[in-house]
């Protein structure tokens, strides 16, 4: 069993940079992958990025080249570093444990002028 717990999210305007945070506990060594998501008001929840145990990274085209995903100490710690933030991005934001039903309670990330 692990438990995610979410950190970072707040109010930023237009161009600005946030640091998302995840810390995991539990049983940690059963992780394979981690990815974030985000869900808008009245959209779907959608993938972000995503992190694999070789250190490979993928991300949704919306987020190229804007949003980095890492981690410290294995899964410990996952990150999402987002800079020029742009309104679209304005959601609550969740890691997951992929491949399982694992998730967070969620951060709120508002892009505003």
């Known amino acids: 069993q692990v438990r995610l717990v979410e950190s970072g999210g707040g109010s930023v305007q237009p161009g600005g940079s946030l640091r998302l945070s995840c810390a995991a506990s539990?049983?940690?060594?059963?992780?394979?992958?981690m990815a974030w998501y985000r869900q808008a008001p009245g959209k779907e929840r959608e993938l972000v990025a995503r992190?694999?145990?070789?250190?490979?990274?993928n991300y949704a085209d919306s987020v190229k080249g804007r949003f980095t995903m890492s981690r410290v100490d294995t899964w410990n710690t996952v990150l999402l570093q987002m800079n020029s933030l742009k309104p679209d991005d304005t959601a609550v934001y969740y890691c997951?444990?992929?491949?399982?039903?694992?998730w967070g309670q969620g951060t709120q990330v508002t892009v505003s002028s």
């Open positions: 992190l694999d145990a070789d250190g490979s990274a």
């Open positions: 539990g049983s940690l060594f059963s992780i394979n992958a």
């Open positions: 997951k444990v992929l491949g399982t039903t694992t």
